[in-house]
């Protein structure tokens, strides 16, 4: 059984009509809620063999929250099971890096995030920003290790000459 969450009511309908998958459930959960996994179903085993975290942990605000979704993954996992983590690296584009933004520009003090938090200017046409956390190899695989994953696998993807993402595969310790 596959299990898709995501926090958008709009993105999941888009998925319910366009999935190719026998056997998907979705549902909808904020991460940044703690109790996200009640999403999954009281009746479900709610263990998995594998958790798939995509562009996921770096739109996540603050280390404590991010601690905690991986944590409560570990505890989603079988034993043995593994969780694959992509996190975006836009500092290592110079296009991305211009397009940071100081976190006054929406009325909050850099003081009150963690360090290694942006904002960046996400306008397509019209006012857009996004948080988003930069994550460096050994600030997630500390990540992992914290909350009781070792990393098996670690290596870079994606966008401009294949370093825009940062993918590791961790295994259940």
């Keep these: 059984m596959v299990v898709g969450l995501d ?31 009640l999403a999954l179903g009281a009746g479900q085993a709610n263990l998995f063999d594998w958790i798939v975290a995509f562009a996921v942990l770096h739109h996540l605000p603050s280390d404590d929250v991010r601690r905690g979704v ?7 996992a079988l034993p043995e099971g593994r969780m694959v ?17 100081p976190w006054e520009t929406v009325s909050i003090d850099e003081s009150d ?3 290694d938090d942006f904002l960046l200017d996400w306008r397509e046409g019209g006012l857009g920003y996004r948080y988003v956390h930069h994550f460096t190899p050994e600030t997630l695989t500390a990540l992992a290790a914290a909350s009781g994953f070792t990393v098996e696998e670690a290596y870079r993807s994606d966008g401009e000459g294949g370093r825009l993402g940062l993918y590791q595969v961790w295994r259940k310790a």
């Design 7 to 37: 926090s958008s009511a709009e993105l999941l309908d888009v998925a319910r009509h366009r999935k190719t998958l026998g056997s998907v459930a979705l549902a909808q959960a904020d991460l940044a809620d703690p109790n996200w996994p």
């Design 70 to 76: 991986v944590r409560q993954c570990h505890g989603l």
């Design 85 to 101: 983590v992509s996190v975006w690296d836009f500092l290592a584009s110079p296009r991305w890096r211009a397009r940071l933004v």
């Design 113 to 115: 995030v963690d360090p």
